[in-house]
Structure formats: C-alpha cells, structure tokens
C-alpha cells in the first residue's frame, strides 16, 4: 500500500452491487477473459469469494475465510481439496496470477504524474534486498525477513494498489486482500507452501512479531527511498510520502536508514536553494 492515490483501473476486483459500499470508490470487475490459464469454475470461485460483503460488528469480515493466525496458529483455512501438494500445473496458474504484479504500478506514484514508476513487484524486490543486507538482530529471523518482503503485497496481484486515498477502511481493505489470498492459495493447490504463504502474510499484517516490524519498516523505508529518486529525476516536491512515515519507524535499523535519507533530501533541497 501507498500513502497516496486511487485504486488500480486494472484490478481484477469485482464491484460489489449492495449499498452496503455505496460510499467507497468503485471496484473494478474481473473479467474471465483476464484469467484464461484458469478453469472457468475457478474464475467463478475467485469471483465469488472476492465480492462477498462484511458482515456488520464481525472481526472476521468474511464468513467463508477462517483465521489465517498471526504467525503463532496453524492455518485450517483451505478446504480438503487444497490441501494436496501443488501440481505443475497449480504452480504455473498461480505464478501467471502474480505476473501482474510486474506490471501493475504503484498508484501513489501513478496519481503524482510520475512516468513509468515502480511496479508492486520492483517495490518488494528491493524490500528483499533490503532484508537480505540490514545488520543482524537479536531474535530475528532473516530468511522469514526475505520471505514476507516477497509476500506481504501479494494479494495485489487480484485487488490492485489500494492506497489511502482511495478511502477505503482498513478492515474492509483486509477482508479484500484476506479473500484474494485466499483463493490464490487455492489456485496453488495448498498444501505447506500456500500455508507458509498464509501465514507470512498474516504476520505482516497483524505486526505480529520482530520481523513484521522490520518489514513494515522496510516498506516505509523503500516508498521515501523511491520518493527521493523521483523528486531528483523529475523535479517534483513529494512531500507527503515523506510527512505520511515521520515518526511511525519501529525499529533501529528502519530508523537509521530514514534518517539517511532525509539528511540527503535535506541537502539536496538546500543544494538546490
């Protein structure tokens, strides 16, 4: 997510026609000629598990997703048909869903005029890097650091960049992006991948342990990074990603590394005075 923009046009979503969203910005509809590697009777199952509406006062905002857990509890979400290994087959659906990602760009960098920006995929590669080179902590585990950088934005592959703007509550943000990994999980054929999967993602959003608090700091870190690199390319002023992130670092190396950065945003904007 972005601190700033609309949802993506070319999101798979479908619109939801209860006035129960009458206040939120329009979703788009899937089309089942976006999906053609799928079955038609999987498009189906996306659609439908996708559009389903919250349910009022309910923690669980969708009645057919149980708990993904916050990284402590073992996921029971997937139905006996998913819980076999993934199949050649499983995985090329599921890896021709997340291609998207590749092209799908980031919406708040979309909404400032900014010119072939970043793709949702540019922004958790480098997320993984930054997991891969950051100092070694106490009690966290990299390898998991690595893993949930490459799977927290994930479910954008089906929903888009919803970013802040777009004014769409948290929880119903969750119960959308929830849905989506949850049939991408299927698409993939369960088993302990898709659980793995679950389960990062849970974490990250829950800000449930030490690494979820590195990671959400390393998708701070990256947006003012990029942030800095596209006022210096394109000469704008931007802000706003970085007045969105003052002060919301979790972690020392999250921090320090912010810190960098707006020292060289400082004397690059003195420099240019």
């Not at 509406?53 to 923690?59: A, E, H, T």
């Not at 650091?145 to 004014?167: L, Q």
């Not at 006022?231 to 979790?250: I, R, W, Y």
Request: glycine residues 6%.
């Amino acid at each position: 997510m972005m601190a700033a923009g609309k949802a993506n046009p070319n999101s798979l979503f479908l619109s939801s026609s209860s006035t129960h969203y009458s206040s939120f910005p329009p979703l788009h509809r899937i089309s089942l000629n976006k999906l053609p590697f799928l079955p038609r009777s999987q498009c189906s199952n996306l659609i439908s598990a996708c559009s389903k509406k919250p349910i009022s006062g309910s923690v669980n905002l969708d009645p057919s997703i149980t708990s993904f857990g916050s990284g402590l509890t073992k996921i029971d979400s997937l139905d006996e048909s998913a819980e076999v290994s993934s199949s050649p087959s499983n995985a090329i659906d599921f890896l021709t869903l997340c291609h998207s990602l590749k092209t799908q760009k980031r919406m708040g960098w979309v909404n400032h005029g900014i010119k072939g920006p970043e793709s949702i995929a540019d922004h958790m590669y480098l997320m993984s890097v930054m997991a891969l080179i950051a100092t070694d902590l106490p009690d966290v585990n990299r390898e998991r650091c690595i893993k949930m950088a490459i799977v927290h934005d994930i479910a954008e592959a089906i929903v888009g960049d919803i970013t802040p703007s777009d004014g769409v509550p948290k929880a119903e943000k969750s119960r959308r992006e929830r849905a989506a990994l949850n049939e991408m999980c299927k698409i993939l054929g369960g088993g302990m991948r898709a659980e793995e999967i679950k389960e990062l993602w849970q974490e990250y959003e829950n800000n449930a342990s030490l690494e979820a608090n590195l990671v959400k700091d390393f998708d701070k870190v990256e947006m003012i990074l990029q942030a800095l690199k596209y006022e210096s390319e394109h000469g704008k002023v931007l802000d706003e990603f970085f007045l969105s992130t003052a002060g919301k670092f979790q972690t020392e190396i999250g921090k320090s590394w912010a810190a960098e950065i707006h020292s060289r945003r400082n004397s690059r904007l003195e420099n240019r005075l």
